[in-house]
């Protein structure tokens, strides 16, 4: 049987007394075309206008807003005139908002925002209620041609400056738009068989090596070491950008994939020399008198 024990607490936050300026979290009962109501299981509910829940002119109170969803806010009236609390995330995103996006950019969170305009020399979006630019050498790990193109997208970003006092939010597409690709030629490489035979194109010749474009998609070195049987003293004896190659996968240890020419030369050589040929002995040998002396004319 329930006893009055068991309802203290709710009891307590009933007769809590909220001020103005407190910030409060509560859970969403309702979502109407105009403003959110929110359970605060206290005396009064809390009320908050579609103008007061954020600063960001796209944003989209019946997606963003449901049922269920737990909200904090600022009190801005303790009465409406109708018994309810005036609340304000906008209020309550100034004063935590930022203790947010210094957490996210301390851990390297990645986050998807919404580009919600292009300006100079970058774009807009809105992480937390504050506005945020991202610079176009930003943007991607490409080099972005056009700005517009990038109106309205969506892309996953990580927060790289956090500067509350000077009121100034930074983002970055690269970072996230690297890891993504590298994760992805990863899954490529650890596909690749050791010992696969490949052909491909020299892309760029360093001292130590070339790096070659392969069939498949990816790029891999072939050392210095590994271009001749010979010993050379830089690649350039040997090869040129967009040259044609043979290579074999050696290694993709660390995934980073190792190529070697020599090993196919080596091969090649070692199959030749253990190759055999078929022959047919017509005749008998002899060394007799009679043999030596069969042709002679006396």
Same mark, same amino acid.
């Given at each position: 049987?329930?006893?009055?024990?068991?309802?203290?607490?709710?009891?307590?936050?009933?007769?809590? /007394?909220?001020?103005? @300026?407190?910030?409060?979290?509560? +859970? *969403? #009962?309702?979502?109407? =075309?105009?403003?959110?109501?929110?359970? $605060?299981?206290?005396?009064?509910?809390?009320?908050?206008?579609?103008?007061?829940?954020?600063?960001?002119?796209?944003?989209?109170?019946?997606?963003?807003?449901?049922?269920?969803?737990?909200?904090?806010?600022?009190?801005?009236?303790?009465?409406?005139?109708?018994?309810?609390?005036?609340?304000?995330?906008?209020?309550?995103?100034?004063?935590?908002?930022?203790?947010?996006?210094?957490?996210?950019?301390?851990?390297?969170?990645?986050?998807?925002?919404?580009?919600?305009?292009?300006?100079?020399?970058?774009?807009?979006?809105?992480?937390?209620?504050?506005?945020?630019?991202?610079?176009?050498?930003?943007?991607?790990?490409?080099?972005?041609?056009?700005? /517009?193109?990038?109106? @309205?997208?969506?892309?996953?970003? +990580? *927060? #790289?400056?956090?500067? =509350?006092?000077?009121?100034?939010?930074? $983002?970055?597409?690269?970072?996230?738009?690297?890891?993504?690709?590298?994760?992805?030629?990863?899954?490529?490489?650890?596909?690749?068989?050791?010992?696969?035979?490949?052909?491909?194109?020299?892309?760029?010749?360093?001292?130590?090596?070339?790096?070659?474009?392969?069939?498949?998609?990816?790029?891999?070195?072939?050392?210095?070491?590994?271009?001749?049987?010979?010993?050379?003293?830089?690649?350039?004896?040997?090869?040129?950008?967009?040259?044609?190659?043979?290579?074999?996968?050696?290694?993709?240890?660390?995934?980073?994939?190792?190529?070697?020419?020599?090993?196919?030369?080596?091969?090649?050589?070692?199959?030749?020399?253990?190759?055999?040929?078929?022959?047919?002995?017509? @005749?008998?040998?002899?060394?007799?008198?009679?043999?030596?002396?069969?042709?002679?004319?006396?």
């Amino acid at each position: 049987m329930e006893t009055m024990d068991d309802f203290r607490e709710e009891l307590e936050a009933s007769f809590k /007394k909220i001020r103005v @300026g407190d910030v409060v979290t509560g +859970t *969403v #009962i309702d979502v109407t =075309e105009d403003q959110v109501i929110v359970d $605060l299981k206290t005396y009064a509910d809390g009320v908050i206008r579609k103008e007061d829940l954020s600063e960001d002119p796209d944003f989209n109170m019946q997606d963003a807003v449901h049922p269920g969803d737990e909200i904090t806010a600022t009190v801005m009236a303790t009465n409406d005139g109708e018994g309810n609390m005036v609340l304000s995330k906008k209020e309550a995103n100034a004063v935590l908002a930022w203790d947010k996006l210094k957490k996210l950019m301390e851990e390297r969170t990645v986050v998807k925002v919404k580009i919600s305009e292009v300006v100079n020399a970058g774009a807009v979006a809105y992480l937390e209620g504050i506005r945020g630019f991202i610079p176009a050498s930003r943007l991607s790990d490409e080099y972005v041609e056009d700005l /517009k193109e990038w109106d @309205g997208k969506t892309i996953e970003v +990580t *927060v #790289i400056t956090a500067d =509350e006092e000077e009121r100034r939010l930074v $983002l970055s597409g690269r970072e996230p738009a690297r890891e993504k690709k590298q994760a992805e030629t990863n899954r490529k490489i650890e596909k690749c068989e050791v010992g696969a035979v490949m052909n491909g194109t020299v892309e760029t010749i360093k001292p130590y090596g070339a790096f070659v474009a392969l069939e498949n998609g990816l790029t891999g070195l072939l050392h210095i070491s590994q271009i001749s049987t010979q010993r050379i003293k830089h690649p350039g004896a040997v090869l040129k950008e967009g040259q044609e190659v043979r290579v074999k996968i050696l290694s993709t240890a660390d995934n980073k994939i190792s190529l070697s020419m020599k090993v196919l030369a080596e091969e090649a050589a070692e199959a030749e020399s253990h190759s055999t040929y078929d022959y047919k002995e017509e @005749g008998q040998a002899s060394t007799g008198l009679a043999a030596l002396l069969k042709n002679i004319k006396l």
